[in-house]
């Protein structure tokens, strides 16, 4: 019971669960557990048909690709954000690897199980789907604002 | 025929020194390598006038014999007296001619020119810095000042991005600030390898690590054009008024003093009116097509 009271209290604090109504923070925190990671360890790989969605509550996350024989991070999230976006959709394979650069707590959710519930109560589907459309597009816009290799002789031109 | 009306404006000679255009002979009294590309020089003039003062956020044009003359942003501290520091990224041939002088060859120095940080009016307040890449060369001597000065300024914050580890300008300094109080020191990349620890992400992605308190706060932004609009977008979504923000516009400079034209922004002349600009004065130019 105790640990059920943390986890919704986590949940409330996160900027994720914004905009969500008592029930479906009720009901988020019935789907979800805590978790915690090592310093350097793996979270997923690429290709990866793990399905689950993390919500960072402390700690930093490296996502990284691999291409021509070495590894690049591209991006890092912190306490706050979120972790592993398309395991909410159905077949979508990990697209990056995820590594934590130090001692990482999340709350972890299967990311089938959640669409499930989607699935049966609207409301609460609505909800998540929104807050995860405006996380999409918060990172669309920063890759597309990375691709522009700004900070070159060439992208400060652009 | 606004252009016009400005030119002639600028062109009026009444206050403008006879000898503003002859550069000042100057000795290259230190080098030193910054990353793969990027160099920062001293230079001391050798006319035995001094070495002339200079506001955060102006620029020289410097003078390569036979190359050519470039405007560069004075990057170190306004207080330090004796010499001028340039950090310069080598991307042509006029730059590696500047940043491949040894020690003891000369170039030449006019000004420093243009406008300058708002010093005055962030007193008492809190100051955010955000740079891009090569811009925080000229937001390095408002640093200074402001660490000079920290009891008339509030909390200190500087967010700062780079393309990646290699690329970061001045890192043991930045490292060093943030050990200091009421200092807040945060450096992105757009990539890293595996050796990086820190951020990667946008500039804009370190707004979410601030505390930003938008009534007291001035904003000093330099770096590419694209970044400026996008942090601008973050700090008006986070309550900014215009005025509070100062930006560093950067454009084709030749003269320096606004004779020349080269560098028009609308109804300003980026060299004689800027570099450093309040929001307000542009806004409605920063993305107008072809300017």
């Known amino acids: 019971m105790e640990n059920a009271n943390n986890l919704l209290e986590l949940l409330q604090k996160h900027p994720f669960t914004q905009g969500f109504q008592p029930k479906h923070l009720d009901k988020l925190s019935e789907l979800g557990h805590e978790l915690k990671f090592e310093r350097d360890r793996i979270i997923f790989r690429e290709r990866d048909e793990s399905s689950f969605f993390y919500l960072i509550v402390a700690g930093k996350v490296a996502l990284e690709v691999t291409a021509l024989g070495r590894t690049l991070r591209v991006q890092t999230l912190s306490d706050g954000e979120e972790l592993g976006w398309s395991s909410v959709l159905p077949s979508e394979g990990k697209h990056f690897q995820a590594r934590a650069l130090g001692t990482v707590k999340a709350i972890v959710f299967d990311g089938a199980r959640l669409r499930e519930v989607c699935e049966e109560d609207c409301s609460f589907g609505y909800a998540l789907m929104k807050n995860l459309l405006h996380l999409v597009a918060e990172r669309l816009q920063a890759t597309r604002i990375q691709l522009l290799d700004m900070y070159s002789p060439a992208g400060a031109k652009a | 025929m606004m252009e016009s009306a400005n030119i002639a404006e600028a062109a009026t000679f009444g206050e403008i020194p006879p000898d503003i255009m002859v550069p000042r002979p100057a000795r290259v009294s230190q080098t030193g390598k910054e ?243 309040p929001l307000g004065k542009m806004q409605g130019w920063m993305d107008k097509h072809e300017l």
């Open chain 2, 35 to 277: 990353t793969h590309d990027t160099f920062t020089l001293s230079v001391e003039t050798g006319d035995g006038n001094g070495v002339p003062q200079f506001a955060p956020g102006q620029f020289s044009m410097l003078y390569v014999p036979g190359v050519g003359e470039l405007p560069i942003s004075i990057s170190g501290d306004p207080e330090e007296h004796g010499r001028l520091v340039y950090t310069v990224r080598s991307v042509g041939k006029a730059t590696h001619a500047l940043v491949t002088r040894d020690t003891g060859e000369s170039i030449g120095v006019r000004g420093p020119f243009g406008t300058s940080w708002p010093m005055m009016e962030a007193r008492g307040k809190d100051v955010l810095i955000v740079a891009g890449g090569i811009g925080l060369a000229p937001l390095r001597p408002a640093i200074y000042h402001i660490l000079r000065h920290r009891g008339d300024y509030r909390r200190l914050t500087v967010l700062y991005g780079a393309r990646s580890p290699r690329d970061q300008l001045y890192r043991k300094q930045l490292a060093a600030w943030a050990y200091l109080p009421d200092t807040q020191i945060l450096t992105t990349v757009d990539y890293g390898g595996l050796s990086w620890r820190g951020y990667v992400g946008v500039v804009t992605t370190l707004f979410r690590y601030v505390r930003l308190l938008p009534d007291r706060t001035v904003a000093m932004i330099c770096g590419p054009e694209i970044m400026m609009r996008y942090v601008v977008h973050e700090l008006s979504s986070r309550g900014m008024a215009a005025p509070d923000i100062y930006l560093s516009m950067e454009r084709n400079m030749k003269c320096g003093v606004g004779f020349c034209g080269h560098c028009q922004l609308g109804p300003y002349f980026a060299c004689k009116d800027g570099p450093v600009f």
